[in-house]
């Protein structure tokens, strides 16, 4: 079973329009949660971090993380045609005896404006 | 634009031959990653490096995989013997602390092995 386990695979909504995607963690030793976004051609670019219950909100972009149930989501509003592109949630772990974090990334959402 | 560069963007091999792609991190960026992303988006964490020194790495299944970050040279990944399961977008990515999980992505190396 995949440890970051994202939904939808795929996503439309009209310009200026709400979209909301979603994470889930089957692993309780993941100590953050990052939201990547990846355009066509090009390498993923973090988008915000969020570690501790509720709410973060970053200009359009707003994270919202359930410790109890490892969920994370992310909500874009006001969509605009720079962010049709590939979503990704990462989750940071610990690994023992590195002394270091490690990302595992989910295999991510495809958002995309109704034209 | 991505500050960490790499290089070549795309790289065409033949099954059995050697592929090497070389990585650039960000100015001041002590600790660098290679990850592998498949042609279904899913990515693989290959390995990662503070400075020269391995933090973390898979197994490289069969040894094909190396990697190295040797002082003011790029870092390197090498496929000893191209197969065509290796075919895909190679990403390296840089960050400033080896705790934090904000990565800074160069834009990849395309591999396509015939």
């Known amino acids: 079973q995949q440890k970051v386990q994202q939904s939808p695979e795929s996503l439309s909504v009209p310009e200026g329009g709400m979209a909301s995607l979603n994470c889930t963690s089957s692993?309780?030793?993941?100590?953050y949660f990052w939201w990547y976004r990846q355009h066509s051609g090009e390498g993923p670019k973090a988008l915000m971090?969020?570690?501790?219950?509720g709410d973060k909100k970053e200009g359009r972009f707003t994270a919202h993380l359930n410790k109890a149930s490892l969920h994370v989501s992310l909500h874009i509003r006001d969509s605009q045609p720079s962010d049709s592109a590939l979503y990704f949630c990462?989750?940071?772990?610990?690994?023992?005896?590195?002394?270091?974090?490690?990302?595992?990334f989910g295999k991510g959402t495809k958002f995309s404006l109704i034209p | 634009n991505s500050k960490v560069i790499q290089t070549p963007r795309y790289l065409v091999k033949g099954q059995g031959q050697k592929a090497k792609m070389r990585c650039i991190p960000e100015?001041?960026?002590?600790?660098v990653f290679w990850y592998q992303q498949n042609k279904n988006n899913e990515f693989k964490f290959l390995i990662n490096?503070?400075?020269?020194?391995?933090?973390?790495q898979i197994d490289m299944t069969e040894k094909r995989f190396s990697a190295e970050c040797p002082s003011n040279s790029p870092c390197s990944l090498e496929i000893q013997s191209s197969e065509a399961g290796d075919s895909a977008l190679y990403l390296c990515?840089?960050?400033?602390?080896?705790?934090?999980?904000?990565?800074?992505f160069g834009e990849g190396s395309k591999l396509t092995v015939l």
């Open positions: 990515a840089s960050s400033w602390d080896r705790n934090t999980g904000q990565l800074y």
């Open positions: 692993d309780r030793n993941f100590q």
């Open positions: 971090s969020i570690f501790s219950d």
């Open positions: 990462a989750a940071s772990e610990r690994v023992p005896g590195t002394g270091s974090n490690r990302l595992t």
């Open positions: 100015k001041g960026h002590p600790v």
């Open positions: 490096f503070q400075n020269q020194e391995v933090l973390q």
